[in-house]
């Protein structure tokens, strides 16, 4: 069973920056697209960012020239670093990722971490 978590998420004054974590562990054969999507309080989930296997990226307009998505093929690992963070950032952060695995094509997500961006 593969599984992902997130890791990096707190509280953080308007401007500051974090960096996110997300590990895949488990039996994976391959893993294409991984993505980082927020959710807010009252709001439906959105995406944030997209990266390929390729490591073309995408971004939402909202974060556009603040956030950086990357990753570590050889750790299973996507990232999203956060900088000059603002008050409407604050969400759940959560990861997922396209992957195969020995019983077929999956698409896991991760249990989500808090980022709080205070004023």
């Known amino acids: 069973q593969v599984q992902l978590v997130e890791s990096g998420g707190g509280l953080v004054q308007a401007g500051g920056s974090l960096r996110l974590s997300c590990a895949a562990s488990g039996n994976t054969i391959c893993i294409s697209a991984m993505s980082w999507h927020r959710q807010a309080p009252g709001k439906e989930r959105e995406l944030v960012a997209t990266i390929t296997s390729g490591g073309s990226t995408n971004y939402a307009d909202s974060v556009k020239g603040r956030f950086t998505i990357s990753r570590d093929n050889a750790k299973n690992t996507v990232y999203l670093q956060m900088n000059s963070l603002k008050p409407e950032d604050t969400a759940v952060y959560y990861c997922?990722?396209?992957?195969?695995?020995?019983?077929?094509?999956?698409?896991?997500w991760g249990p989500g971490t808090q980022v709080t961006v205070s004023n």
């Open positions: 997922n990722a396209d992957l195969m695995s020995p019983s077929g094509y999956v698409v896991p």
